[in-house]
Nanobody, 121 residues
């Protein structure tokens, strides 16, 4: 069983930065692929970024490529999403997810409760 808790969301002006954190319980964190998804009001949940269990493979949605960076610290059981040059269209609830298989689809087994990111223009 893995429990995920996101933090770091908030209100930021367009062009600004935020860093989201997702801390996992359990001793097998290092064996999981981790990902970030987001869901804006009235829209489906969409993929943002993912990182493999050993940190060597990263995937990004085209909409965030070059602006967002995913990373992980297995010693802290934490995955991060560094978000720069934020735009109003980045406004959404951001969810952390974990699974034994690295994927860009929504088929992750474990999910956090989400953290709100609001970008004002």
């Amino acid at each position: 069983q893995v429990q995920l808790v996101e933090s770091g969301g908030g209100l930021v002006q367009a062009g600004g930065s935020l860093r989201l954190s997702c801390t996992a319980s359990g001793r097998t964190f290092s064996s999981y692929a981790m990902a970030w998804f987001r869901q804006a009001p009235g829209k489906e949940r969409e993929f943002v970024a993912a990182i493999g269990w050993n940190g060597e493979i990263e995937y990004y949605a085209d909409s965030v490529k070059g602006r967002f960076t995913i990373s992980r610290d297995d010693a802290k059981n934490t995955v991060y999403l560094e978000m720069n040059s934020l735009k109003s269209e980045d406004t959404a609830v951001y969810y952390c997810a974990a699974d034994s298989v690295l994927s860009i689809t929504i088929n992750y087994y474990y999910w956090g409760q989400g953290t709100q990111v609001t970008v004002s223009s």
